[in-house]
């Protein structure tokens, strides 16, 4: 079976800090996506990895920026966290065939990110 | 730009109903669609990936149909049970990503 860790279920961090995010997952996939999800907004998409060191934005991407080293780390970073950052992080991966897998994204638990 | 839609946003019944929840796209150009379950605090799970060529998918009680040309499709869960309970999220996957409708939240009552 797929797994997807994030390795915070729930963080609390102050305005203005650099806050970092981690996922990783254990299927070797090609594909990582970080997702935010607020109520009333669904599911948007902040930036994507087809393969290490590569990065393309998604929806959303201002205020953050990501990290992808090694194949099977995926790291978002809030440069200066504001307010407006709180919300439901998600990581996801998919198999490799770049773009049209035409296999499920497999989602990590999710971080539940608080700025005070 | 793709604009997913899912109605109900919510709905609600009891044990042993059958019910269908629904799902629209703006652009036909995909290559498949995608649904997923969500619980509480949780991540998503996935369901069923209907592709691009084909009009349906099974996976136990659930059934997964799809018109493309009509940018429609439907999640049929057979004899809902409490379990069941959760956020069911459609999602079509385009040139490059993954668009998700804001999802039904469905309570099965005992």
């Known amino acids: 079976d797929v797994k997807v860790t994030q390795s915070s279920r729930y963080l609390v961090k102050r305005t203005g800090e650099k806050v970092f995010l981690e996922c990783v997952q254990d299927?070797?996939?090609?594909?990582m996506f970080w997702y935010r999800q607020d109520p009333g907004l669904g599911l948007r998409l902040i930036y994507f990895?087809?393969?290490?060191?590569?990065?393309e934005k998604g929806d959303i991407p201002e205020g953050y920026s990501v990290s992808r080293e090694k194949k099977e780390r995926f790291s978002l970073i809030l440069e200066s966290a504001s307010t407006n950052q709180t919300s439901m992080y998600l990581c996801?991966?998919?198999?490799?065939?770049?773009?049209?897998?035409?296999?499920?994204?497999?989602f990590g638990d999710g971080t539940r990110l608080s700025i005070l | 730009k793709q604009e997913v839609t899912q109605i109900p946003a919510a709905l609600s019944v009891p044990e042993g109903e059958n019910l269908v929840l629904n799902c629209s796209f703006t652009?036909?150009?995909?290559?498949?669609l995608q649904w997923f379950r969500q619980d509480p605090g949780k991540g998503l799970t996935s369901l069923l990936l209907?592709?691009?060529?084909?009009r349906e998918q099974t996976s136990g009680r659930l059934n997964a149909s799809l018109d493309k040309s009509s940018g429609r499709s439907t999640l049929y869960i057979a004899a809902s049970q409490p379990g069941d309970s959760a956020t069911y999220l459609c999602?079509?996957?385009?040139?490059?990503?993954?668009?998700f409708g804001k999802g039904t939240m469905l309570l099965v009552s005992p």
């Open positions: 996801a991966s998919s198999p490799p065939g770049v773009r049209r897998s035409n296999q499920p994204q497999h």
């Open positions: 299927m070797d996939h090609e594909n």
């Open positions: 990895s087809y393969d290490v060191k590569m990065k």
């Open positions: 652009d036909s150009a995909i290559y498949n």
């Open positions: 209907i592709q691009s060529s084909q």
């Open positions: 999602a079509v996957e385009g040139y490059s990503t993954l668009t």
